[in-house]
């Protein structure tokens, strides 16, 4: 009598491991990662299936933003403007040093 483990699994995969700015917590943390699938015999992946979209991970918080439509993965964050505070998108002074909203430092 013989046995056949087979099936399809998800992998996920760090496309690219430069660090960028979290959307969601601020710090310079998250990845670029997809999930592939995988046919796999006993365990072990051997042919691709299906490729995943990119998406941005956070090492730190755990936070997933995007799902690879229309995302753009530069190393600005979309709240990040001159003259803003980094974390809640307010304006600010420039005399500033914290920002009064949030307490995030310039």
Known sequence: MFFLIAGVQPRKRTIDATPRRCPRCGLNQAVVQRVDHYFSLFFVPLVPVKRGEPFLYCRHCK????????????????????????????????????????????
């Open 63 to 106: 936070a997933v933003a995007g799902d690879g439509r229309g995302v753009d993965f530069s190393q600005t964050s979309p709240l990040e403007k001159p003259g803003a505070c980094r974390r809640c998108g307010r304006p600010l002074d420039p005399d500033f040093v914290y920002c009064p909203h949030c307490g995030e430092r310039r």
